[in-house]
């Protein structure tokens, strides 16, 4: 079982940047394909990016590309994302999650385990 904590969530002006990271009790991350999904309100789930196990290979949301960054921190055991340029599209509850067996990148079904959450809010 590996249970997720995102933090870093929080109010920040539209242009500004935020670091979100996922910790994880029980597991190695390293050995988890992780994404980064978020979701605001009245709308679906939505993919952000995510992250492979060896190779590192990054997928981004084409809304997200070139402004946010995803990097693991094996010594910490976490996962983070760097997001830069935030724009108030961007606020939504941020969520971490983590697959064992790499599979379509992009969907929620692919992951096995989910953090709580949590809320990033971008004024204008």
């Known amino acids: 079982q590996v249970q997720l904590v995102e933090s870093g969530g929080g109010l920040v002006q539209a242009g500004g940047s935020l670091r979100l990271s996922c910790a994880a009790s029980?597991?190695?991350?390293?050995?988890?394909?992780m994404g980064w999904f978020r979701q605001a309100p009245g709308k679906e789930r939505e993919f952000v990016g995510a992250i492979t196990t060896i190779s590192s290979v990054l997928y981004y949301a084409d809304s997200v590309k070139g402004r946010f960054t995803i990097s693991r921190d094996n010594a910490k055991n976490t996962v983070n994302l760097q997001m830069n340029s935030l724009k108030p599209e961007d606020t939504a509850v941020y969520y971490c999650?983590?697959?064992?067996?790499?599979?379509?990148?992009?969907?929620?079904?692919?992951?096995?385990?989910w953090g709580q959450g949590t809320q990033v809010t971008v004024s204008s």
């Open positions: 029980g597991r190695t991350l390293s050995s988890y394909y």
């Open positions: 999650a983590a697959a064992s067996r790499f599979g379509a990148a992009r969907m929620g079904s692919t992951y096995d385990y």
